[in-house]
């Protein structure tokens, strides 16, 4: 299974193309935010102190959560790739059983999205201290690093599943595409939850990237937040947050962060298990 993980990453890695197309969303995002929507965004803020870096650490923990998505499906690629091409068929004769070529995808893509996902935070730790923000302490970035590979591990049990659909390129090509521009509204990262309509935002709510871009947030404008709500009373600061999606809520309760983890880990541990009775049924067929 390792020796099979390292070819993975070295065909990923090799392939400059899938890698940037892999970042692609998140550099969309980026985008639109220096050039149109930051500016937009921190109006609606006027009142309070520091809001440029406020939204700043807002947008770049959303930014981390989809990453972590966009990564890892374009790591899946490598597995509907060798369907595609009749490779897998090649490893299936070979001693190595099914199970850990399948767990050589799957692990990695993990740590194709972990590593890129670290990538993206260097380079938003840089944008942020470049605008003048403060950039994380210790304590907080170990408690992102941790965060990270949360959702990394989620995520991948997510896309395992959609990937596990797929026989061919252009099909996948086609989803990843599709997920690519859906991820930063269904996460409230184009636009924040407040704002969406209400079905919307129960859809939001129940997306579990959504939960993880929430954690990131609250570990990421955690100082931010309390510049700029000092003096300001609770319930406006609890519905400025809430507009965000620095925390959710579902009617009267708010959830808190060992709420948004269990949601994170429940919908990763169900995704990976409908993964394997999806390939397990196509092995029977």
């Known amino acids: 299974m390792i020796t099979f ?51 700043d650490n807002w947008v770049m923990a959303g930014l981390l959560s989809v990453t972590t998505v966009t990564t890892t499906m374009g790591a899946f690629g490598i597995m ?9 068929k090649d490893f299936y004769v070979s001693p190595t059983h099914r199970r850990d ?13 972990f590593a890129l996902s670290i ?17 994380l302490s210790t304590s907080a970035l170990c408690k992102l690093l941790l965060l990270i590979l949360a959702a990394d591990l989620a995520n991948t049990a997510m896309i395992f599943f959609i990937t596990s659909f797929f026989e ?13 521009t859906l991820i930063g ?22 997306f ?6 929430a954690l990131m947030r609250q570990t990421m404008m955690e100082a931010p937040m309390a510049q700029s709500f000092e003096g300001v009373p609770v319930s406006q600061t609890q519905q400025v947050e809430e507009m965000l999606g620095v925390h959710f809520w579902f009617g009267e309760k708010e959830l808190t962060g060992g709420m948004n983890l269990l949601v994170l880990f429940g919908f990763g541990i169900l ?7 999806n390939l397990s049924r196509k092995k029977r067929v």
Do not use: C
Not at 101 to 113: E, K, M, N, R
């Open 119 to 135: 990538v993206t935070l260097i380079a938003a730790e840089i944008y942020i201290g470049a605008r003048g923000g403060e950039l």
């Open 271 to 277: 995704f990976f298990a409908l993964a394997a009775a």
């Open 185 to 206: 509204f269904v996460t409230g990262i184009y636009l924040p939850i407040g704002v969406l309509p209400d079905g919307v935002q129960w859809i939001v709510r129940l």
């Open 5 to 55: 993980t390292k070819r993975n990453l070295l065909v990923f890695f090799r392939d400059r193309t899938a890698v940037f197309f892999s970042l692609l969303s998140s550099l969309i995002i980026v985008g639109l935010y220096v050039l149109f929507l930051g500016d937009t965004w921190a109006s609606d803020f006027e009142g309070f102190a520091h809001v440029k870096q406020l939204m």
């Open 168 to 180: 061919s390129n252009n099909a996948f090509s086609t989803a990843s595409t599709i997920i690519g």
């Open 101 to 113: 070529l399948a767990l050589g995808y799957v692990l990695s893509a993990a740590i194709v999205g």
């Open 80 to 88: 509907v790739g060798d369907r595609a091409e009749k490779i897998s």
């Open 208 to 213: 579990p990237t959504s939960h993880a871009a």
